[in-house]
């Protein structure tokens, strides 16, 4: 009844009602004590309406502050984390602009949480060449207490570079302020170790890496997805590479097919005799069940060393009435091949994609594969030709867009018996199989619901059109014996 409140807005109410990880994870960052984690509940929910979260997108902010450069998404730290920045020296302290500084990092972290929900991001505190008039501690209080109470798990780690000494005594007192949780994610690094958490590749030059992003808007930095090269070898060219169709950072919030999320659990990481661990895995594997298709996995691709563990499947259940068109990119195109990678699936059918590591290419936990769908008309056709003008005409809000990062199994057994060889693939075939059914007989249930809630509609009908004629019936009935109507 607590949240009955108009302090709320009434969709962040409906989700919590709904969404078991999202309350399993306030559960969890208050040690399961029921009292704190509805005092955390309660001021984040206030928080969201305050901030009008379920409706911010790219056009809430001022454009000042994306032109700052002083906060953005971009690059991975080695687990395969995305990366958010906090360029300290970009920011002046002005308290007229606090407010819209705060919905200015909570437009950055929704829009990520939306992107790709349940996978934490690290954020670096960057502050190198920092001065007096860039501190400003109610700000980076702020931020923190985001991590803290507003998106729990949403936080990897957070590295704070070259902190200078003039901040050592503001610290102390922000750290009186952090749970031990909080305390533990801090990592206070410099020049000389930071690379043990982010690879060269994703630092700038005056970090010691190599990565030549320089940040400038418009528009909003995103990873670069390419059409995948095909079994043949030869690029997917049924469609611009530049086209209009990349996924970017800003928000869609009007559209059900991008805010859409709901998961079934199947299955706990790892196998039961420990033979193989998965890498920095932090929670079971899962099934995305989008408006239009329902996806497995639902967030990771996952390879291994072995012959039989350089090809990955991707499980694609269409849900909807009428033929669905995909298809599928990636950030490393010369690593991958991906068989389909621009298709269709027709009404309530099922389809894999099969995706394969090429010749010695070994996945990194950078990797990021897009899969693109859109609901097409019954008239539409499914040839190369076809989709490819589809996807010239589909309009941005009625394309569903999920997204799969890339892991490393790490094997603990150096070496297997061919005849537990033979067996492991026989487990993972079989696994395959009834996930396979399970999605379809998903799909079956989701067409059964369908159905059953058009024979109620007619059900509905009937029983006020025989209450209509049995009216009339006794009215006639009425007339005839006493020549007056009854009304």
């Known amino acids: 009844s607590m949240y009955s409140s108009d302090k709320y807005d009434s969709r962040d109410v409906d989700r919590l009602w709904k969404d078991d990880v999202l309350v399993d994870g306030y559960l969890e960052w208050r040690h399961f004590e029921v009292e704190d984690t509805l005092k955390m509940i309660d001021e984040s929910l206030q928080w969201r309406k305050e901030f009008k979260l379920n409706d911010i997108n790219e056009s809430s902010v001022q454009k000042s502050l994306f032109e700052s450069g002083m906060h953005y998404l971009h690059g991975y730290d080695k687990e395969g984390n995305k990366l958010f920045w906090f360029r300290v020296k970009l920011h002046v302290k002005d308290v007229k602009m606090l407010t819209e500084k705060k919905r200015y990092v ?103 890496g190599t990565d030549p992003f320089k940040f400038s808007y418009p528009p909003l930095p995103d990873d670069v997805f390419q059409n995948p090269i095909s079994e ?37 990481d790892g196998d039961n005799d420990g033979s193989i661990r998965w890498k920095g895995s932090r929670r079971p594997t899962v099934t995305f069940k989008g408006t239009l298709l329902y996806i497995s996995p639902d967030d990771e691709l996952c390879f291994g060393h072995r012959e039989g563990e350089k090809r990955c499947p991707i499980m694609l259940n269409n849900v909807t009435k009428n033929q669905v068109a995909f298809k599928v990119r990636t ?7 991906v068989k389909p990678s621009n298709s269709s699936c027709g009404a309530g059918k099922s389809m894999e994609i099969t995706v394969s590591l090429h010749g010695g290419s070994l996945c990194s936990p950078q990797d990021r594969f897009l899969i693109m769908a859109a609901e097409m008309e019954p008239c539409s056709g499914g040839g190369s030709t076809d989709l490819a003008q589809f996807w010239k005409g589909v309009p941005k809000a009625k394309i569903m867009e999920h997204r799969l990062r890339c892991r490393m199994l790490e094997g603990i057994k150096s070496a297997l ?71």
């Open 417 to 487: 018996s061919p005849v537990t060889d033979r067996s492991h693939k026989m487990e993972t075939n079989s696994y395959q199989d009834m996930h396979t059914t399970l999605l379809q007989l998903m799909a079956s249930s989701s067409r059964l619901e369908q159905k059953m809630d058009h024979c109620l509609w007619w059900q509905k009908l009937f029983t006020v059109l025989v209450t209509a004629l049995t009216a009339l019936g006794f009215s006639a009935l009425y007339i005839q014996y006493t020549g007056e109507w009854p009304f």
């Open 232 to 268: 043949t070898g030869q690029e997917d060219d049924t469609e611009s590479k530049d086209d209009d169709l990349e996924a970017k950072d800003t928000l869609e919030p009007s559209s059900p097919i991008l805010r859409t999320r709901n998961v079934v659990y199947l299955a706990q």
């Open 331 to 337: 950030t490393a195109p010369e690593k991958y091949r």
């Open 106 to 208: 909570a437009f950055w972290l929704e829009s990520y949480a939306r992107r790709e929900p349940g996978i934490p991001l690290t954020m670096i505190f960057d502050m190198s060449e920092v001065g007096l008039s860039c501190i400003d501690m109610d700000f980076i209080k702020y931020i923190i207490n985001c991590f803290q109470v507003y998106y729990p798990r949403l936080l990897s780690k957070m590295l704070m570079y070259e902190m200078p000494w003039i901040m050592n005594a503001a610290w102390k007192m922000v750290k009186n302020m952090l749970s031990q949780d909080a305390i533990d994610k801090l990592k206070f690094v410099s020049k000389s170790d930071i690379q043990n958490y982010v690879d060269r590749e994703n630092l700038p030059s005056y970090m010691g």
